[in-house]
């Protein structure tokens, strides 16, 4: 769901997308790649938590050549919000319903083994209608696609079908953002003689693509006719050796209000479980976003926020609507004041990848949990 500024939608809290961050990473993605090669963005997840439909409206005017997607749904939506360029369904659709809406919606499958090549071979038929795919190559994530020892056969299978064009191979780097780049570059390896076997074969090989957002900056070698970059695209490293290869700008920014300030006795606890208590007469205030906006409850009393350009401590356990905050040394708050939870502020900033290592996870996960009800505010 996109949302547009109105009256009320910065009473509580908010997400601001900054679009020109998102058209300076596109650029700076196109000038790190070779001129030939293309950019698929992908936007799945809602554009990471960043809005799908606003986020591929001003990307595809930034230069970007086509969208990725991991649902039909998702691929849907863009769709009926006008979008024209070509759509990948990263995920595996195995129903008949599912292929007559792709044929529909002019979106572009993943295949990843032959029954499923048949089903939509099959639909196809009886549809009287044609349809681009990608055929996906198993090199090492062992997730979806064929293994790579059977490329051959799985391309030669599809070929049988003419309802099924095949536009493009790909496979997907599992440890791309590890600075032992020895499984990636097995997976190279895997890749290029999958695609050797297929020119050896006579096979007249498409589109190639292997390198997700790590794998890109990583290794040049990569870069096949395409790439797939996701998490750069919204200005977040996917590893932080990979920092000095281009200039990325944080796209999302967490704001909410303070809406109660009080003082507390000493010894008082603060929030479920009192898991904080006061050691001295403690001034907090009363945020209103929690774990049901977003705010992972595992961060509780671990992280800071930006307040009139000073960090405050987050403390006492975040509730599904709400979090506390140790204000004692802030002498002029009010309620209503603006706190950054995500984002910068004069020479502070809270990074996705701060909350992530708090947590030990990644920061894909951070910002794709940001909920609905948190207005987009995209400022373009």
């Known amino acids: 769901m996109n949302y547009y500024l109105s009256s009320h939608q910065k009473q509580r809290a908010w997400i601001n997308i900054n679009h020109q961050a998102l058209v300076n990473n596109v650029r700076e993605l196109k000038r790190f790649l070779n001129p030939e090669t293309k950019l698929m963005a992908v936007i799945k997840a809602d554009g990471y938590g960043h809005g799908a439909v606003k986020v591929a409206q001003t990307i595809l005017k930034s230069g970007v050549d086509s969208l990725a997607i991991a649902t039909l749904s998702e691929g849907i939506e863009l769709r009926e919000a006008g979008i024209n360029a070509p759509i990948l369904i990263l995920g595996a659709i195995n129903t008949k319903n599912e292929i007559k809406d792709i044929v529909e919606y002019k979106l572009e499958p993943t295949l990843c083994a032959p029954p499923q090549a048949f089903i939509f071979a099959e639909t196809l038929s009886h549809l009287t209608a044609n349809l681009s795919v990608h055929l996906k190559l198993d090199t090492g994530m062992s997730r979806l696609g064929t293994h790579w020892h059977n490329a051959v056969d799985f391309v030669n299978y599809i070929q049988q079908f003419p309802q099924l064009h095949l536009v493009?191979?790909?496979?997907?780097?599992?440890?791309?953002d590890d600075i032992n780049t020895s499984i990636m570059m097995l997976q190279h390896c895997r890749f290029e003689e999958a695609i050797s076997a297929l020119k050896t074969s006579g096979i007249n090989v498409p589109l190639l693509h292997l390198a997700n957002s790590a794998g890109t900056l990583s290794d040049r070698h990569l870069h096949y006719d395409m790439v797939r970059v996701g998490l750069a695209l919204y200005g977040?490293?996917?590893?932080?050796h990979l920092k000095d290869k281009l200039k990325l700008q944080p796209a999302l920014e967490v704001k909410a209000r303070i809406t109660q300030i009080k003082t507390l006795p000493p010894d008082t606890g603060v929030s479920y479980s009192h898991t904080f208590k006061c050691d001295r007469q403690t001034k907090i205030a009363v945020v209103g976003i929690g774990y049901a906006d977003g705010i992972p409850r595992l961060l509780s009393n671990k992280i800071k926020v930006i307040i009139k350009g000073r960090f405050a401590n987050q403390i006492g356990n975040i509730t599904m609507d709400q979090l506390m905050l140790n204000v004692t040394d802030f002498p002029d708050l009010?309620?209503?004041e603006i706190v950054t939870l995500l984002g910068k502020e004069e020479d502070l900033e809270i990074s996705a990848d701060d909350w992530?290592?708090?947590?030990?996870?990644?920061?894909?996960?951070?910002?794709c949990g940001f909920k609905n009800r948190l207005p987009r505010i995209n400022n373009i």
């Not at 493009?168 to 791309?176: E, N, Q």
């Not at 977040?236 to 932080?240: D, E, F, H, K, M």
């Not at 992530?356 to 910002?367: K, Q, V, Y």
């Open 356 to 367: 992530a290592n708090t947590m030990g996870t990644i920061s894909w996960e951070i910002l």
């Open 334 to 336: 009010e309620v209503g």
């Open 236 to 240: 977040i490293y996917p590893a932080s």
């Open 168 to 176: 493009s191979i790909y496979s997907h780097l599992a440890t791309a």
